[in-house]
């Protein structure tokens, strides 16, 4: 994959994760409800977009559809190591995540907001660390990318 076709790539991934990140910060504020219907509702919410959560989360060894994560494409040297390095902790947040949606009920939601909000800080300092990347790369030379 080229550095173009991989720029474009990781932008259409950042449009579709800013979409699931605001889908996700919407049902944390429904499970952060006091009342029990939305975080009922909330929690269904979170429970259905588990899948999509779980694919967003790959490792950098399993990636999106069995390949690296596109971002490890433009990252070069120390930055790709960095880059690999976060992208497996935020797979284990994902995980942890989830985990602990299994066990969450409308009485006992406190782990689940606590992770999730972390969860969405990591998310939210990755894609801009990867934004930051994605310039660089585009103001080098045009080519193949490592």
């Known amino acids: 994959m080229n550095a173009r076709d991989a720029a474009e790539e990781l932008r259409r991934e950042h449009e579709e ?3 699931l990140v605001t889908a996700f ?9 006091e009342a029990d219907e939305p975080r009922d509702r909330g929690l269904t919410w979170l429970r259905e977009m588990a899948p999509r959560l779980a694919h967003q ?7 999106m559809g069995g390949r690296p ?6 990252a070069e040297g120390p930055e790709r190591a960095r880059l690999r390095g976060k992208l497996f902790e935020l797979g284990r947040a994902g995980y942890e995540f989830r985990k602990e949606l299994g066990f969450a009920t409308t009485l006992d939601t406190e782990d689940l907001l606590a992770r999730g909000r972390r969860l969405l800080a990591e998310l939210q300092q990755e894609m801009e660390y990867e934004e930051e990347l994605l310039d660089r790369a585009e103001a080098r030379e045009p080519g193949e990318t490592e």
């Open 25 to 33: 910060e919407h049902a944390l504020e429904l499970v952060a409800s």
């Open 17 to 19: 994760t800013a979409a």
């Open 69 to 74: 994560p596109v971002a490890l494409l433009i």
């Open 57 to 63: 989360h790959a490792t950098p060894e399993e990636g």
